[in-house]
């Protein structure tokens, strides 16, 4: 780290050789009203910490203190934490915090306020020093709060933090009066924070990078993470093969613009060349929630029996012997003897058409509802049932339901999703010229449509009507669900359904519900892929420390390694036909609706050997947890996600933050989705 002296002529230095009109925040009207206020007004903002009874506490210096200052634990908006916001010089360094209030606010219902106190810990910020901090964006819509996104160095994210009673001009005012902050040329909502290398100089060294890993590395050492492109600027790579790597060489030849937010276009050309990670971006930061590095601490102990988790399914990789030390399992976990019956389990047999029969009643009702799921997680469906069973699996159908009822529910769910059609359909090119929202989504829509599952024969070959009506499905739910509308991806969740039940209507509705769960998954404001890469984190955390400690020392804990996994849910790691049994398996709930996130943990084991013994950083990682596509044995995958959900209980339930997708969501009054421009 440099000295103070150091630091102090950088920043000098750096001052000199900037122009000072695109930089100078106090030429902002935004920030140059903030900026006047007098000193007598920040000294009275001063608290007395004495109650604090700390001397250490008790020498900050309050520069600046907002409350009121609120996050949103869940991506639905029905909980909230509001707290006080401070920035503090302490020992000569500016450091900021971020306390929740005690007690609940009156926005969360009754439903889920015990739960958001239970993760109240996991959001405080006691003293992040500025130092840390790599950018803050600052959004602004037209309608609703104002809030901010602050990036750390390591790639980590905060939430973000919503200004109730407003204040964010004073915090940049004050920011600038103690650390070095400019506004990007590239993006005027994101200001770098202690950037005094020259631009244009890592913007020249970046694009000199000669391969893929090249680039990655720059990324890893710039530690930076600013996914700031738009929906439609991120395309499905060329999907003739199974998790193929996809050509980006069209999209980069259309994104050439001017390179001086180097940590926008590095991270942007990882995305490029290691075969879309995440196959959309938003206008917002992708990382996850900062690490919470306190909890559970002593969560683990004493267990010692070693696993054998081979990986048969190809000779790629050698079999694995994987040791847990005294930090890898909790220590009141059950015993290991009951653990290797577990692992030694053998998947059974699908569900046959005799047993499905079984299940049901005279009148069509399903008699034993978790039997059937138990079934169906331990064996899957056979295919000449999935019409059927995958019904009540995505919850179109209610398990209670006679067939009478269901026949009924068809045909008026049949004539309701044409009426969503057709208000599309009716759409002349006259008004389509005006209609901006429509003719974007569509486009995106018409363009994914035709790279989805096309080595499927159901989808293969040009003017296949069987994508026509993927593309029709995918625009209707665009109009059904205006606010979510279409993101890159669901395309990946929508071609297996649509594929299992060959008929539109009934394929849109089991979409639309498999949406209710997971649009999270493609909010705005990326809150349900933050939950879900925070609790795979912890997760990990408790089930892995050693692997955890090792991802934290090669500044791997965003852990976006795994965005492409979650965000579809391990759609491109295997083929078409086992993924149907995988996602069979994940909505039977039967374990943990978050079961995605203990196989991805399971995963993530198995190669732990090969990732730490080749000192895997971030790049490459993240190319070989891409390799691994159609490397992956689903069974033991399954086997050793069921083994450590039995290991970490109800420890691993307590990792994954309230309303994290799948888990159904809690509507309010403000709708389910939250999007920039919401009032909320």
């Not at 005094?196 to 680039?215: C, I, M, N, W």
């Not at 790597?245 to 994104?255: C, L, V």
Request: proline content about 4%; charged content about 25%; hydrophobic content about 35%.
């Amino acid at each position: 780290m440099r000295g103070e002296a150091a630091a102090a002529a950088a920043r000098a230095d750096a001052a000199e050789a900037r122009s000072p009109d695109p930089h100078d925040l106090s030429d902002d009207p935004d920030y140059a009203d903030a900026a006047s206020v007098p000193a007598s007004i920040h000294a009275a903002m001063r608290t007395d910490m004495a109650d604090i009874g700390s001397e250490e506490m008790a020498r900050m210096d309050v520069v600046y203190e907002k409350e009121r200052v609120t996050i949103h634990p869940t991506q639905y908006g029905s909980g909230r934490i509001s707290g006080k916001l401070r920035l503090y010089l302490q020992l000569g360094s500016l450091f900021l915090s971020w306390e929740p209030n005690e007690g609940v606010n009156s926005f969360s219902t009754s439903s889920i306020n015990a739960e958001i106190e239970k993760y109240r810990s996991l959001y405080t910020i006691q003293a992040l020093p500025l130092s840390d901090v790599r950018f803050i964006r600052r959004h602004t819509p037209t309608f609703g709060l104002e809030y901010i996104i602050i990036v750390l160095s390591s790639g980590l994210a905060f939430p973000p933090f919503y200004f109730y009673n407003g204040g964010i001009r004073e915090l940049f005012a004050t920011l600038k009066q103690h650390v070095f902050i400019i506004r990007s040329d590239d993006d005027p909502s994101v200001f770098l924070v202690n950037d005094f290398e020259d631009p244009l100089q890592k913007s020249l060294s970046s694009l000199e990078l000669p391969g893929v890993a090249t680039v990655a590395n720059a990324m890893s050492r710039q530690n930076s993470f600013s996914f700031t492109g738009s929906v439609s600027e991120v395309r499905h790579g060329d999907d003739a093969k199974y998790g193929g790597p996809s050509t980006m060489s069209e999209y980069g030849s259309k994104q050439r613009r001017k390179s001086n937010d180097p940590g926008r276009d590095i991270s942007l050309q990882v995305l490029e060349k290691f075969s879309l990670v995440t196959k959309f971006a938003r206008e917002t930061t992708s990382s996850l929630f900062r690490e919470n590095h306190n909890s559970g601490s002593n969560a683990y102990g004493r267990q010692k029996q070693e696993y054998v988790l081979d990986n048969r399914a190809s000779d790629k990789y050698t079999d694995q012997l994987i040791t847990p030390d005294d930090a890898s399992l909790p220590s009141d976990s059950v015993e290991s003897d009951e653990l290797l019956l577990v692992w030694e389990k053998k998947r059974g047999s699908p569900l046959s058409v005799e047993e499905w029969r079984a299940f049901l009643d005279p009148e069509g009702r399903i008699m034993d509802s978790k039997a059937l799921r138990k079934k169906i997680f331990y064996g899957g469906v056979d295919h000449v049932l999935r019409k059927e069973v995958w019904k009540f699996l995505l919850g179109y159908h209610e398990y209670d339901s006679t067939q009478a009822e269901r026949e009924y529910l068809a045909a008026m769910k049949r004539e309701e999703y044409e009426a969503i059609k057709s208000q599309w359909k009716s759409i002349s090119t006259t008004q389509a010229k005006r209609f901006t929202k429509f003719r974007e989504r569509k486009g995106l829509i018409d363009k994914d449509v035709v790279r989805t599952d096309r080595s499927v024969p159901y989808y293969e070959g040009d003017d296949n009507p069987n994508v026509v009506v993927l593309r029709d499905i995918l625009v209707t739910y665009s109009f059904y669900n205006f606010d979510l509308g279409y993101c890159q991806g669901m395309s990946d969740f929508l071609a297996p359904i649509l594929y299992v039940m060959e008929d539109e209507s009934e394929a849109f509705w089991c979409f639309a519900s498999l949406m209710e769960r997971l649009g999270g998954n493609f909010n705005r404001d990326q809150n349900g892929m933050h939950a879900q890469l925070l609790g795979l984190s912890k997760l990990v955390e408790l089930l892995d420390p050693s692997l955890h400690n090792y991802f934290r020392q090669n500044d791997c804990l965003n852990y976006f390694f795994c965005f492409r996994w979650v965000l579809i849910q391990c759609k491109r790691e295997f083929s078409f036909d086992q993924i149907m049994l995988l996602w069979e398996v994940l909505w039977t709930h039967y374990f943990s609706e978050h079961f995605h996130l203990y196989l991805c943990v399971g995963i993530l084991r198995r190669y732990r050997l090969r990732i730490i013994g080749e000192g895997m950083d971030f790049d490459t990682l993240l190319k070989f947890i891409n390799e691994l596509s159609g490397q992956i044995n689903i069974d033991r995958a399954i086997q050793d996600a069921e083994a450590l959900c039995t290991i970490a209980g109800e420890r691993g339930a307590d990792c994954i933050p309230p309303g994290t997708p799948p888990s159904m969501p809690i509507e309010t009054d403000g709708g389910l989705y939250l999007q920039e421009d919401d009032v909320l």
